[in-house]
Antibody
Framework: EVQLVESGGGLVKAGGSLRLSCAAS????????MNWVRQAPGKGLEWVSS????????YYADSVKGRFTISRDNAKNSLYLQMNSLRAEDTAVYYCARDISPYCSGGSCYSGGSFDIWGQGTMVTVSS | QSALTQPASVSGSPGQSITISCTGTSSDVGSYNLVSWFQQHPGKAPKLMIY???KRPSGVSDRFSGSKSGNTASLTISGLQAEDEADYYCCSYAGTNTIFGGGTKLTVL
C-alpha cells in the first residue's frame, strides 16, 4: 500500500524548534519530489516547502524561509522538516505529500502542485 | 504571490451540476497547465481530484472534471451526491512557489 506517515509534531514554545518526519512506503520514494503543506486550525491549505527527488532543488514559502529546512534520506525512505524559531502563526497540521508532476524548465525543477499521496498529518502547536 | 481566489461557498441539490472557479493571474494559472484540485472532508487529509488542469487520477469518479480559460480554472462536479459535500481547494504552480486557493465549501442540499 502506498503510504506516507508523519510524526514529530507536538507543543513547543515560541522560539523553539521541532523536527518533523515523514516515512514513505509502497513506492519508490527516491523517484518523487516531495512537499510539506500545512493547515492552520479552521483555515485553508498553505504550501510550505518542496524538495526534488535528488535533493538538487529546494524551495520554501516566504513565510518560513530562513527558519525551516527541508531534507530527505532516500536510503531511509524519509522526508524531514526542521523547524526553528517557531512562531504562533506556525501552529497547524503539517502534511507531507508526493508530487507526481513537478515542472522542470531552464535546468530547474519546481513543485507542480500535483500532490497525489498525502499523509494523515501531524499537529504542531506553538504557544506564545 | 497572493492566494488564488475561490468562492467561499457553493451549493447544489443531488443530481445537479456545480462549478467552482479559481482565479489567479497571468503569472500562475494563466501561463501554465499546472492547476490541481483537492477535496477535503472534515478531519481528513486532502485528496487529489484533478491535476494538470483536466487530468483525473486513477480511482477518481468521472463526475469530476477540470478546465481553464485565461487566468481562471474551474472544477465541475456533475450528478452531485451527498458524499461530495466537502471543502475544495485549487492549487497552481507559481514558479518557486506553489499557491492554493482559499477553499470553497460545497454543500449538497
Amino acid at each position: 500500500e502506498v503510504q506516507l506517515v508523519e510524526s514529530g509534531g507536538g507543543l513547543v514554545k515560541a522560539g523553539g524548534s521541532l523536527r518533523l518526519s515523514c516515512a514513505a512506503s509502497g513506492f519508490t520514494f527516491s523517484s518523487y519530489s516531495m512537499n510539506w503543506v500545512r493547515q492552520a486550525p479552521g483555515k485553508g491549505l498553505e504550501w510550505v516547502s518542496s524538495i526534488s527527488s535528488g535533493t538538487s532543488y529546494i524551495y520554501y514559502a516566504d513565510s518560513v524561509k530562513g527558519r525551516f529546512t527541508i531534507s530527505r534520506d532516500n536510503a531511509k525512505n524519509s522526508l524531514y522538516l526542521q523547524m526553528n524559531s517557531l512562531r504562533a502563526e506556525d501552529t497547524a497540521v503539517y502534511y507531507c505529500a508526493r508530487d507526481i508532476s513537478p515542472y522542470c524548465s531552464g535546468g530547474s525543477c519546481y513543485s507542480g502542485g500535483s500532490f497525489d499521496i498525502w499523509g494523515q498529518g501531524t499537529m504542531v502547536t506553538v504557544s506564545s | 504571490q497572493s492566494a488564488l481566489t475561490q468562492p467561499a461557498s457553493v451549493s447544489g441539490s443531488p443530481g445537479q451540476s456545480i462549478t467552482i472557479s479559481c482565479t489567479g493571474t497571468s503569472s500562475d494559472v494563466g501561463s501554465y497547465n499546472l492547476v490541481s484540485w483537492f477535496q477535503q472532508h472534515p478531519g481528513k487529509a486532502p485528496k487529489l481530484m484533478i491535476y494538470e488542469v483536466n487530468k483525473r487520477p486513477s480511482g477518481v469518479s468521472d463526475r469530476f472534471s477540470g478546465s481553464k480559460s485565461g487566468n481562471t480554472a474551474s472544477l465541475t462536479i456533475s450528478g452531485l451526491q451527498a458524499e461530495d459535500e466537502a471543502d475544495y481547494y485549487c492549487c497552481s504552480y507559481a514558479g518557486t512557489n506553489t499557491i492554493f486557493g482559499g477553499g470553497t465549501k460545497l454543500t449538497v442540499l
